[in-house]
């Protein structure tokens, strides 16, 4: 830790005056701390010194609570989620949604949305802020194929966007069904990926242009995109979703559909 920064940093080098190993200064044995506060005049100072055994009591004095399950049925799986919910922070509906599928064999955080997150990342993207968009962009990225496969014409609310999400439809549907379309989707990430940077296009802002390329692929043949690539390159340098509505995401998704 160091004490002139306030904060805890890496130490590569011999430590300085005003800096404590983390070791010594949360050690179990309070003398440790004691012992090597002795050896340093700037830690020994009063001041200091009050500091650090006020850290110190805030971490040693820190406690949570840990809460285990086993073996719940959906609707224990329920009633769980309202104790936490109740008890600290709050669990969204979609995470509760698609929790319950872990029941029938489908975690769909680590089989789909982590595994979607991962490949955006090792293209160099870094899309995911804030966090939340690691989980709420892959799901929106399912209405594509939720569309092609459900519906007979299309509906302007089925844009692969975190407000159009499908949940109830989703959490609704066979679970190998789903977990088809999550494999689908995933693949045509790659090919939406692969499409950014064998045409050398300036990496996504955000994880919009990368959906949407997603339902393209989903909707269109190969052939079609052979002669449509210069269109939608064109596309891709042109469109921006920067502080555009939902209504206008969804416009932009339906010109999309009719290229």
């Not at 650090?52 to 224990?76: A, C, P, V």
């Not at 799901?139 to 966007?161: R, S």
């Amino acid at each position: 830790m160091d004490l002139k920064k306030g904060k805890f940093i890496l130490i590569n080098s011999q430590i300085r005056k005003h800096q404590i190993p983390v070791g010594v200064l949360y050690h179990y044995d309070e003398a440790t701390l004691t012992k090597y506060i002795s050896g340093n005049k700037f830690l020994s100072l009063p001041e200091i010194f009050s500091g650090l055994l006020q850290i110190r009591s805030k971490f040693k004095n820190y406690y949570y609570t840990i809460n285990l399950s086993h073996d719940l049925s959906e609707d224990e799986q329920i009633e769980w989620f309202e104790v936490l919910n109740n008890a600290g922070s709050r669990v969204t509906t979609i995470q509760m949604r698609f929790s319950k599928l872990k029941a029938y064999g489908l975690d769909i955080y680590k089989d789909y949305a982590n595994v979607y997150k991962q490949l955006v990342l090792d293209c160099g993207f870094d899309l995911f802020k804030p966090l939340s968009t690691g989980v709420s962009y892959p799901i929106a990225a399912l209405n594509p194929i939720y569309e092609k496969e459900i519906l007979t014409t299309h509906k302007n609310n089925f844009a692969p966007i975190p407000s159009d999400v499908k949940e109830d439809q989703l959490c609704n549907l066979n679970v190998d069904t789903l977990k088809e379309y999550c494999e689908i989707t995933l693949e045509y990430l790659k090919k939406a990926l692969s499409f950014i940077k064998d045409n050398g296009l300036r990496n996504p802002e955000r994880v919009d242009y990368i959906n949407y390329l997603i339902r393209y692929f989903i909707f269109h043949s190969d052939e079609c995109f052979i002669n449509q690539k210069s269109d939608l390159i064109s596309w891709y340098n042109t469109v921006n979703f920067t502080d555009k509505s939902n209504s206008e995401r969804r416009s932009i998704y339906t010109n999309l559909i009719t290229m």
